[in-house]
């Protein structure tokens, strides 16, 4: 490879990004309370956040924040190996283990970083993992760091996935998946998973990252169905339902002491910020102490996915708060984003990659931060839209 290359891989792409009319990504915006974003100087409802709780701006996770700062200083300024754990890190730990009902649990910087980490320090050459082929990207670069072979089955197909594995010469070490998928919101049958895997000898992973607080009463989608203690391996981020950021591996304390010493995403970057880790734990404990939280949350996904029904939009999984508007071309993506956001709604584009190839959408985020009278001018604009452009994909 000559630098004549990767300059005109670089001319390339950016020449591809100046041809755009409209460009959402990397765009400078500001949180609001309530689900909104200031975004150009105005108030717009927020319809892709993560927040799934709505405990971001809650008072009592930014003073726990506050006050680890106080604490512990504003970063531990070194990795977990050195001097970078401290006893709310361990403490954090010991609490995950305990909601998960695992032996031991692992802090991350990001939920990538332990995804990364996971994958990259528990396979090696000649192992093989079977996974599903719209897993997060986080997985597939950790799988790329460990340069193991990967079998890919059909999006929440495990019966495609048991004959992979019969199939396979050497059986897998492996087997991963998500309990809700970050971009279509689809949500796997772990208890299939369970049932056609049980005796087979292999690590069954789920990164829970957006079903937690979500599912089985907060603790994901492996209690949803009822299989937590049969799943070997959870992984997880702060920065959906816990409001905060860093990521974390729940496993036995074997598996544990192994990725500790072993994931260079753990070891080779610094410890995750104490007020992270403080606001992760207090939402934690609010979402586990108020359950009706992610029941009116799960009401107004039901609610809102039966009214998009009723203008004939299909809205996937019922309980899911992702939900995809698929549309024809990145093109019409754009155009639509646009002309939702010039109503008072912030929404982005997804196309490929971070779409399976051919797919375009707009991702739909809902939280419990929104109100019905919200959600239903939503509904309206989408209406709107449909009818007056006819980019959306209908049922």
């Known amino acids: 490879m000559s630098l004549d290359s990767i300059k005109q891989r670089i001319g390339k792409v950016n020449a591809r990004r100046q041809s755009l009319t409209y460009y959402p990504y990397f765009k400078s915006s500001d949180p609001l309370p309530a689900g909104r974003i200031l975004v150009d100087g105005k108030s717009l409802l927020n319809m892709s956040s993560n927040d799934y709780l709505g405990l971001s701006f809650d008072k009592r996770v930014i003073e726990a924040s506050q006050k680890a700062t106080d604490k512990y200083g504003t970063s531990r300024c070194g990795s977990r190996l050195l001097n970078g754990t401290a006893k709310i890190h361990e403490e954090a730990e010991e609490t995950l283990s305990a909601f998960f009902g695992k032996e031991r649990t692992l802090l991350f910087s990001s939920g990538h970083q332990a995804n990364l980490g996971l994958f990259q320090s528990l396979l090696g050459r000649g192992d093989t993992l079977l996974l599903d082929k719209d897993c997060h990207a986080s997985i597939y670069d950790g799988v790329a760091l460990s340069g193991t072979s990967t079998e890919r089955f059909i999006h929440n197909d495990f019966y495609d996935a048991k004959s992979r594995f019969t199939r396979l010469d050497g059986a897998p070490a492996i087997l991963a998946t998500e309990g ?20 087979v000898e292999c690590l069954k992973v789920v990164d829970e990252a957006h079903s937690i607080g979500v599912l089985g009463s907060g603790k994901g989608a492996a209690a949803e169905f009822g299989v937590l203690s049969e799943t070997d391996i959870l992984s997880g981020a702060f920065s959906k339902s816990l409001a905060s950021v860093g990521g974390f591996i729940s496993a036995s304390s074997e598996i544990i002491k192994y990725i500790r010493d072993s994931a260079r995403s753990l070891i080779f970057t610094a410890a995750p910020a104490p007020s992270a880790v403080a606001a992760a734990m207090k939402a934690l404990e609010i979402l586990s102490s108020e359950p009706e939280r992610i029941t009116s949350l799960r009401g107004k996904i039901g609610w809102f996915k039966a009214e998009l029904g009723k203008i004939g939009v299909s809205a996937g999984n019922p309980v899911s708060p992702i939900i995809p508007l698929r549309i024809a071309s990145p093109e019409m993506a754009f155009r639509a984003c ?10 982005y584009p997804i196309i490929p990659p971070a ?12 939280t419990e931060s929104h109100t019905t009278g919200e959600l239903t001018r939503f509904i309206e604009a989408i209406d709107e839209l449909k009818i007056s452009e006819s980019l959306l994909e209908t049922a």
Do not use: A
């Open 180 to 199: 809700i998928f970050s971009m279509d919101g689809s949500i796997p049958d772990l208890g299939e998973l369970v049932r056609l895997f049980g005796e």
């Open 355 to 366: 779409s399976p190839q051919g797919i375009c959408m707009i991702r739909i985020s809902i």
């Open 338 to 347: 646009m002309s939702l956001m010039s109503k008072g709604f912030m929404l």
